[in-house]
Each structure stands twice: as C-alpha cells, then as structure tokens.
C-alpha cells in the first residue's frame, strides 16, 4: 500500500523581525510554498509530511523560533489538513508570480458547515478561483484568488454571501511571494532547487 503524504495548509501569525522565521522556513523541506498575506496571520504555507511524528517535530520546531535568541518569534501557528483538492493550478511557477503585475492575489478562507454543493459550484466555475481546497479546521475551504481589479473581487463576494449556508468569509491580501514549489530566489535573483528531497507534492 502506497504511503499517505499529510498535506496541510498552515497559517502563521509572527512579530517582530522576519528575517529569522523566514530563513528557517525557506530552508525547511517540508515547506513547498510560502505566502506573505496581509490580515490576522503573516504567512500562509503549504507543508506535506510522511508521517505525523514529522508533523508533531516541524511544529515544536517553529514555535522555538527565536528573536535576538531569547524572545519567540511565533505568536499563533494554525494548521489544517488538506481533505480534498478540488481545483489546482497547473503550469504555473515561481516567475509567473514574479511577473505578475497589476494583478491582485488572495487566498480566502470560508466556513461552510453544511450543503457544499453550492458553494463548490460557484468556486469551480469561477474564472479568478485559481485553487479551491477543502481543509479540517476553523475554516471549510481555503481558495486562491488572482484577479485584474477589485470589481472582479467584489462580483464574486456578492454571489458568495448569497448562499445561506455560509458562516464566515475571511480574506488575505498576499503580499509577496517568498518560495513556490520547492523554489525560491538567492540574493541575486537566481532560482534555488533543493539538491535532495524534492518534494514534488504540493496543493497550491
């Protein structure tokens, strides 16, 4: 029997300087991608494990990050299993981030306890839903948005709020990019590849 991955969507809310909980993230393996978000948390990541033992290890070491070696960098640290990826982008890359100007990006949480159907309807024939995850946890669903212009964002809320169902809607502005897929940029903006155990399973 083949070996289940645990994949998790993992929000992280820090203070203080990043710079320390950046470098070990980015040089983490079990990190795939990273997001800066703007609102309750700093950072969204994807993480996939083989085990839950290495999950229980990668938690213990991000909460013993520290700031000036005494003060703990992490505040919050929120994870949720990825039960079903409904929508995933294909072909897309660190440099098609990079590239991507005048364009808006969200990941957006939402609480829908009962009836999917609706939602999931309007998710997947969305043209600025990009990813469409359904997580354990606090939130039903977790989607990545890229759009040309807030209108479009506004259009897609309404139809959303419309279904009865729904509890809770939280949005996350990103605001950078830090690694994606395995894939992050040196201090001359040239792509590093992890040389071994690249881990190629990801949800974003």
Same mark, same amino acid.
């Given at each position: 029997?083949?070996?289940?991955?645990?994949?998790?969507?993992?929000?992280?809310?820090?203070?203080?300087? %990043?710079?320390?909980?950046?470098?070990?993230?980015?040089?983490?393996?079990?990190?795939?991608?990273?997001?800066?978000?703007?609102?309750?948390?700093?950072? +969204?990541?994807?993480?996939?494990?083989?085990?839950? *033992?290495?999950?229980?290890?990668?938690?213990?070491?991000?909460?013993?990050?520290?700031?000036?070696?005494?003060?703990?960098?992490?505040?919050?640290?929120?994870?949720?299993?990825?039960?079903?990826?409904?929508?995933?982008?294909?072909?897309?890359? +660190?440099?098609?981030?990079?590239?991507?100007?005048?364009?808006?990006?969200?990941?957006?949480?939402?609480?829908?306890?009962?009836? %999917?159907?609706?939602? +999931?309807?309007? #998710?997947?024939?969305?043209?600025?839903?990009?990813?469409?995850?359904?997580?354990?946890? *606090?939130?039903?669903?977790?989607?990545?948005?890229?759009?040309?212009?807030?209108?479009?964002?506004?259009?897609? #809320?309404?139809?959303?709020?419309?279904?009865?169902?729904?509890?809770?809607? *939280?949005?996350?502005?990103?605001?950078?990019?830090?690694?994606?897929?395995?894939?992050?940029?040196?201090?001359?903006?040239?792509?590093?590849?992890?040389?071994? %155990?690249?881990?190629?399973?990801?949800? #974003?």
């Amino acid at each position: 029997m083949a070996k289940e991955v645990i994949h998790a969507i993992v929000l992280i809310h820090n203070w203080g300087d %990043d710079a320390e909980i950046l470098n070990v993230m980015k040089n983490n393996r079990h990190i795939i991608s990273i997001f800066h978000v703007m609102g309750r948390h700093s950072y +969204l990541i994807d993480v996939n494990f083989d085990t839950m *033992e290495q999950l229980g290890s990668w938690i213990t070491l991000m909460k013993s990050v520290k700031m000036n070696g005494q003060i703990p960098a992490v505040l919050s640290l929120k994870t949720q299993r990825v039960i079903d990826v409904h929508k995933q982008k294909d072909n897309f890359s +660190l440099d098609d981030y990079l590239k991507m100007n005048k364009r808006h990006h969200f990941f957006v949480e939402i609480d829908n306890p009962h009836h %999917d159907e609706a939602v +999931l309807k309007i #998710l997947m024939e969305s043209s600025i839903v990009y990813s469409v995850l359904h997580v354990q946890g *606090e939130a039903s669903y977790t989607i990545e948005i890229i759009t040309g212009t807030y209108d479009d964002y506004r259009e897609f #809320l309404k139809k959303v709020k419309n279904i009865s169902t729904i509890h809770h809607i *939280e949005t996350m502005e990103v605001i950078s990019v830090q690694k994606y897929r395995n894939k992050l940029l040196d201090d001359k903006g040239n792509y590093i590849v992890p040389e071994t %155990d690249i881990r190629e399973i990801y949800t #974003l």
